[in-house]
């Protein structure tokens, strides 16, 4: 009987991960986490960058095992021993930085590994693209991800690409869904039609797993969950009936204050002018029309607009990752329209990317190393043509410590190992460690957990106190709204609207951000 009472008790779970235990080099990823999940259910995996969530999973996943402890898959321990087994298993996981490839189509991406094989003649083999293309289209049409199955990868938006890795899952019939911070690349839009489409499989019946840290979106989703901090469990709530102060304080171990402590700012002069600046793409199409504004010592000046619409191009042109069609860039009353990267830095700019991996951080550099990037060639870290690597790693010692920058390998670690919230951290570090009069910051919390945003945005502050002119372009509007002095609006490569932040309401922003309103 007592066997029997067991067994009931078993078999309400899915899955169940019991003591596991996983070490890499110099840390302990996962200490004795124990979690049991409904059949059915969402349940949220919740915790600071580097807290170890994504490495529990990658366990559930197959793509590491545990040092010690037991899995459970509907009731049966398992040995899941790479992806394979996982997939055989009817899990499927869509991951941070998706693994596709890039110039395969969505069909080809999809099938990849179980590729439907018709017979010439009988006898010579073929993959029958043309049924898949039929199985995806239906398939995306069913569950509402709506994706041409001939394009290419390399042509599809980030949105899109996920929505190709969450069909994968689907057409290999999983029916355990882990989803790594599916939101962390997305706009606000994005991320509603993407949480939106979370509800559509749990109505379907699969089971979700959402590793993330945004407290909203568990709220919005999430039946319970787990919140991991520094690779121990603290706790599996019931999402409903908990508040998300109630989650930051046990995700980060404190109090965490929801809003920074924005004194009244103190202009000086203007640091950053833009004039009638024109930007176009690879297609010679105007992205940045006839586009002016100013930055002044100890200001934010927040760029708000939907994706896609030329923002991110004027931070790339003020910086020089972008050729400018037309116009004048100048800082501290120098022209720099026409100077080079590197030169730009060097004449006080400090640039913090939309695309950490590809743009900010070599990834199979130490993070030592990357730290010092803008700096290597001057004292301490160098003599000459000689590198003082003494003094890279002393350097990143002070930055883990001041920028709390979690990597398993410490100094010596490669970026490449760190989790997405940790790079940016670091990215966040060096920039402003350059001392730069203009600091460009282009979705600088996008990733991180809140008390990673909180700590980025008391830094802000700092600047601005400290007299630096500040250039923040955001997706957020509510980080817009917070941190802000000034705000331009920007629609359809233009800018709609400069005011006082103190002279408009987040309502009239998203109205210039759609276009609805002019200037």
Known sequence: MEEARVRM?????IVEMKNITKRFPGVVANDDVSISIKKGEVFAILGE????KSTLMSMLFGMYEPDAGEIFVRGEKVKIDSPNEAVRLDIGMVHQHFKLVENYTVSESIVLGIEPIKHLLGVIPYVDIKSANKAVQELSQRYGLEIEPTKKI????VYARQRVEILK????????????????VLTP??????????????????????ITHKLEEIKRVADRCAILNRGKLVDVLDVETTSTAEMARLMVGRDVLMEVDKPKAQFGEEVLIVENLFVEDMNHFAVVKDVSFSVRRGEIFAIAGVSGNGQVEVADAISGMLPIKSGKVSLNGRDITDLPVKERTDAGISYIPEDRQSMGLILDLSLAENLVLKSYHDAPYSRGEILNKDAFLQHAKEMIEAYDIRSGGGATGMVRQMSGGNQQKAIVGREIELGSDLMIFVQPTRGLDIGAITGIRERMIEQRAAGKAILL???ELDEIMAMADTIGVMYSGEMQKITSADDITSEEVGEYMMGVKHA
Do not use: V
């Open 49 to 52: 960058n580097g807290a170890g």
């Open 473 to 475: 372009i955001s997706l």
């Open 9 to 13: 008790k078993t078999d309400e779970y």
């Open 189 to 210: 839009q994005e991320i509603d039609y993407l949480l939106g489409i979370i509800e559509k499989l749990r109505e379907s019946g699969k089971t979700i797993i959402l």
């Open 169 to 184: 899952m689907l057409y290999r019939e999983a029916e355990i869904l882990i989803f790594d911070e599916p939101t962390a």
């Open 154 to 157: 390399e042509d599809l938006q």
